[in-house]
């Protein structure tokens, strides 16, 4: 599924496990757990055993239905991706090379199918996926992360990430490459807050994680959420009273988001009014995507479906 400020995505690494009341109605999950189910049935119709009402509800197959899936693929109707449930961490190397063959420059979102930081993808794989950034640097990227945690622990280690992605880099690129600059310039790191609690727990591991840009994903917004200690802003020197104003960073880009899809969740409006205020206070451009509905993508009301990219 496009996302509309990202047309391009890149997904290497798929799936995931919940961690948090945003991931309820995971529209990831749901997707591929459709899918997913469409292969196993047109798989046990292929090879002629019955399907029984309800067997898939668990998102459990029978045991036999991965093993027919791979053999009979020409009857299935979506990749092969979709043989396994989304909870199932998949590698797919394949595709780590493909942003090295887009020839024009693209935004693009890293890993939304899943978490490139979930606690089972190895530190080499991220690794591999930023110096495949590294090289295609023409193109920009965007991760996105609900455990702030393991990205704050990754990109501490700045001296070893460098050290192994120039290496990794230039076994990409089959040649020497130029020196790095670090952190990559082509990267965005971002975090997803659904309500304050989150909002307060991820924010500050990703303001201190070290980045060319830092941006945070309000979707699905479940609460008010107060980013005023996280935009960019001037701060008075309590030690040195006599010095000028400190220019605090903060973050780079805020998008704000409802639920989408059968069973979501409401979102207010002035939530929505109360974000959108404090971005223009800051200067920081915001992003309204949709509001929450059946259908994905329906626009938020007047100024609230700005949407402002910054780049």
Not at 28 to 45: G, P
Not at 83 to 94: E, K
Not at 101 to 119: H, I, N, Q, S, Y
Request: hydrophobic share 40%.
């Amino acid at each position: 599924m496009p996302i509309s400020y990202a047309p391009t995505s890149w997904n290497p690494a798929i799936g995931c496990e919940p961690v948090s009341e945003g991931c309820k109605n995971c529209w990831a999950e749901k997707l591929h757990n459709r899918r997913y189910k469409a292969n196993v049935i047109a798989a046990l119709a292929g090879t002629g055993e019955a399907f029984k009402k309800g067997t898939l509800l668990d998102g459990t197959p029978p045991q036999n239905a991965r093993v027919q899936s791979l053999d009979n693929r020409f009857n299935l109707p979506f990749p092969e991706q979709y043989d396994v449930p989304f909870a199932q961490l998949q590698f797919l190397l394949g595709r780590l090379s493909q942003p090295l063959r887009w020839r024009k420059p693209r935004t693009v979102a890293v890993c939304f199918m899943g978490d490139l930081f979930e606690e089972h993808v190895p530190d080499e794989f991220i690794e591999r996926v930023l110096a495949t950034a590294w090289v295609a640097r023409l193109h920009r990227y965007l991760f996105l992360t609900k455990r702030a945690e393991r990205m704050h622990a990754f990109f501490q280690e700045s001296p070893k990430r460098i050290y192994n992605i120039g290496v990794l880099g230039e076994e990409i690129a089959g040649r020497q490459m130029p020196s790095m600059i670090w952190p990559l310039p082509n990267v965005w790191l971002g975090v997803t807050a659904e309500n304050q609690r989150m909002a307060d727990e991820r924010i500050p591991l990703l303001l201190d994680t070290p980045a060319a840009h830092r941006w945070v994903s309000l979707e699905p917004l479940l609460g008010a959420v107060d980013l005023t200690h996280y935009l960019p802003r001037l701060a008075t020197d309590t030690i040195w009273p006599d010095a000028a104003q400190l220019y605090h960073r903060g973050l780079d880009w805020v998008v704000v988001g409802g639920e989408s899809g059968p069973g979501h969740r409401p979102m207010d409006q002035a939530w929505v009014w109360d974000i959108y205020d404090q971005c223009g206070n800051a200067d920081v451009p915001y992003y309204g995507k949709q509001i929450a509905a059946s259908r994905p993508g329906q626009p938020l009301p007047a100024h609230l479906g700005r949407k402002e990219l910054p780049w």
